[in-house]
C-alpha cells in the first residue's frame, strides 16, 4: 500500500509528558500537513510543508507543538508538556502540487489521549 | 477567511433512495470545493473536487456534486444510497490548506 501511513495509531499519555508522531506521505508528493480532529468537528489545519521548507503554521499551533519535515520525506509533529487540552486525533496528508490544484490524501490518524 | 457550512447535523434516508448532503460556502475569488468521507477509526477519503468548469462534478463510489454559483453551495448527491454509504461527510474549501465543515452524518437504513 503506498498511502499515506502515520505511527503510532493510538498514543496514550499523561498530563506533562512529551509525544513525538510521525508520519510518512505518499512517495513523491511535495507538500505534507498536519490538521487535529476533535470529537464532533471537521479538521483543522495547523501546518504545512513545502519539501523540507515549513511555509504556514496556525495559530492553533502553540509554541508547546513543532514539526519538522527534515529531508522533505517523512515528517514529525512534537507535542511537548501535553495538556488535556491537546487529546484529539492527528491528521496527517500529502498532496503532489504542480500546475493545477490537486487533492489532498490522508493517513489513518494518531489518535492521542491525555490523561 | 475562506469557510464552508454544512447544515445538517445528520441525513438518514432508506437504502435505494437519493442522498443529499449540503454544503454551502463563502470565498473571495473562485472557489476550489471537496467533498471527504470519513469511516470510523479510518482517515478521510477524497470523493471530488470542484475546480472550474462543468457544474456537475462526478467522483467515487458513484457520488457527484452540483456547483452552483448563485446560491454558493456545492451538494453532494447520490441517486442510489447503499447501506455502506453511511459514514460522516465532510465538505472543504481550499486556498493552501483545506478549511471543513463540521460534517454531517449519513445513515442509510436496509
Known amino acids: 500500500d503506498t498511502g499515506v501511513s502515520q505511527d503510532p495509531r493510538h498514543k496514550i499519555t499523561k498530563r506533562g509528558q512529551n509525544v513525538t508522531f510521525r508520519c510518512d506521505p505518499i512517495s513523491e508528493h511535495n507538500r505534507l500537513y498536519w490538521y487535529r480532529q476533535t470529537l464532533g468537528q471537521g479538521p483543522e489545519f495547523l501546518t504545512y510543508f513545502q519539501n523540507e521548507a515549513q511555509l504556514e503554521k496556525s495559530r492553533l499551533l502553540s509554541d508547546r507543538f513543532s514539526a519538522e519535515r527534515p529531508k522533505g520525506s517523512f515528517s514529525t509533529l512534537e507535542i511537548q508538556r501535553t495538556e488535556q487540552g491537546d487529546s484529539a486525533m492527528y491528521l496527517c496528508a500529502s498532496s503532489l502540487e504542480r500546475t493545477g490544484v490537486h487533492e489532498q490524501y490522508f493517513g489513518p490518524g494518531t489518535r492521542l489521549t491525555v490523561t | 477567511a475562506q469557510s464552508v457550512a454544512q447544515p445538517e447535523d445528520q441525513v438518514n434516508v432508506a437504502e435505494g433512495n437519493p442522498l443529499t448532503v449540503k454544503c454551502t460556502y463563502s470565498?473571495?475569488?473562485?472557489?476550489?470545493l471537496f467533498w471527504y468521507v470519513q469511516y470510523p477509526n479510518r482517515g478521510l477519503q477524497f470523493l471530488l473536487k470542484?475546480?472550474?468548469?462543468?457544474?456537475l462534478v462526478k467522483g467515487s463510489y458513484g457520488f457527484e456534486a452540483e456547483f452552483n454559483k448563485s446560491q454558493t453551495s456545492f451538494h453532494l448527491k447520490k441517486p442510489s444510497a447503499l447501506v455502506s454509504d453511511s459514514a460522516l461527510y465532510f465538505c472543504a474549501v481550499r486556498d493552501y490548506k483545506l478549511s471543513f465543515g463540521a460534517g454531517t452524518t449519513v445513515t442509510v437504513r436496509a
Open positions: 470565498v473571495s475569488g473562485n472557489p476550489y
Open positions: 470542484y475546480i472550474t468548469g462543468d457544474n
